[in-house]
């Protein structure tokens, strides 16, 4: 079974400009998280989808948005780059995500932003 | 104050040796989960291992250990006979509650370096 894909690897942006990355899980899994991984901050939670919907939710500003698609895809946007945007976003999938059930998250290789 | 705590910025271990990466963590929720990432230079995480609150054993995965001591809210990672491979950072990381869906909160990560 293919694992969580990300696209594109790298990226580079200029202050001001926007970015949406793309996420698909891992074939059956239908909750999607989002995290921002800096040498400062370390990983911290940006968001989680299922079924559509945002569960959950980090706390960053209203510049990281996200969405997620009928077939569990999802995508992450950031407006307005900022110079300490420049992360690795990293998303998990995992199969239920669900209420009163620990289940695994599995995670994608990464997309480095870097802005410029 | 930090949910989880890993002690241990870096850490060198001879190849073949077993060594012991620790992790505290700190929630009020009687159910929990505990897990730990490795994370290669290469930045995926990779799932290692899972504990629940309400595990009676300690869980076992191939080389991985964890040595879960729910009264002092520790969540240690043994890893048994050290190879080259094993060089990466480790994160330990906690969902809380059952109303949390997949959001995850890490530790700081502890530098694993092996020696041959």
């Known amino acids: 079974k293919a694992g969580v894909t990300q696209t594109p690897r790298y990226l580079i942006k200029t202050r001001g400009q926007q970015v949406t990355l793309s996420c698909s899980p891992i074939s059956g899994h239908r909750s999607v998280s989002w995290y921002q991984q800096t040498p400062g901050q370390g990983l911290q939670f940006l968001f989680e989808?299922?079924?559509?919907?945002?569960?959950n939710k980090g706390n960053f500003p209203g510049r990281f948005s996200g969405r997620q698609f009928s077939n569990s895809r999802s995508e992450m946007n950031v407006s307005t780059l900022e110079l300490g945007d420049s992360a690795l976003y990293l998303c998990?999938?995992?199969?239920?995500?669900?209420?009163?059930?620990?289940?695994?998250?599995?995670f994608g290789p990464g997309t480095r932003l870097t802005v410029l | 104050a930090q949910k989880i705590t890993q002690t241990q910025p870096g850490m060198f271990v001879q190849e073949k040796e077993a060594v012991t990466l620790d992790c505290t963590y700190d929630t009020s929720d009687p159910s929990y989960g505990l897990f730990w990432y490795k994370q290669p230079s290469s930045g995926e995480m990779i799932f290692l291992i899972y504990?629940?609150?309400?595990?009676?054993q300690n869980a076992t995965e191939g080389r991985y250990s964890l040595n879960f001591q729910k009264a002092r809210k520790s969540a240690n990672l043994v890893i048994s006979a050290s190879q080259l491979g094993d060089s990466a950072m480790y994160f330990c990381?906690?969902?809380?509650?059952?109303?949390?869906?997949?959001?995850?909160?890490f530790g700081q990560g502890t530098e694993l370096s092996v020696k041959p």
């Open positions: 990381a906690m969902r809380e509650g059952d109303n949390q869906g997949g959001k995850l909160i």
């Open positions: 998990a999938s995992s199969l239920w995500g669900d209420r009163g059930r620990v289940d695994t998250q599995y």
């Open positions: 504990q629940g609150s309400y595990d009676q």
């Open positions: 989808y299922f079924s559509e919907t945002q569960r």
